[in-house]
């Protein structure tokens, strides 16, 4: 069973910066793309980053382009997602998902 274990949010002031976790069990990581997606209050959720296998190819939604990276380590089963100079308008629940799977979330939230 895919198990799928987000962390890493918090509050944080304009400018500031977060680095998210995503732990996984459950399949063999390795073999497996993954994908965060967000969603802000009242809002629809958002893709917002993709990882190949082996973390060599990387896409980002324009909104998040330049300000987050993506990245893995197949060895601890975790993907991360870091953000920086991280805006109101990112306040959301991060997720981690593979296929239809999702983890319960972990809440970002920016404000002054």
């Known amino acids: 069973e895919v198990h799928l274990v987000e962390s890493g949010g918090g509050l944080v002031e304009p400018g500031g910066s977060l680095t998210l976790s995503c732990v996984a069990s459950?399949?063999?990581?390795?073999?497996?793309?993954m994908t965060w997606y967000r969603q802000a209050p009242g809002k629809d959720l958002e893709w917002i980053a993709t990882?190949?296998?082996?973390?060599?190819?990387?896409i980002y939604a324009d909104s998040v382009k330049g300000r987050f990276t993506v990245s893995r380590d197949n060895a601890k089963n975790t993907m991360y997602l870091e953000l920086n100079n991280l805006k109101t308008e990112d306040t959301a629940m991060y997720y981690c998902?593979?296929?239809?799977?999702r983890g319960q979330g972990t809440q970002v939230t920016v404000s002054s």
């Open positions: 990882i190949d296998n082996i973390g060599s190819n990387k």
């Open positions: 998902q593979l296929s239809n799977n």
């Open positions: 459950g399949f063999t990581f390795a073999n497996y793309g």
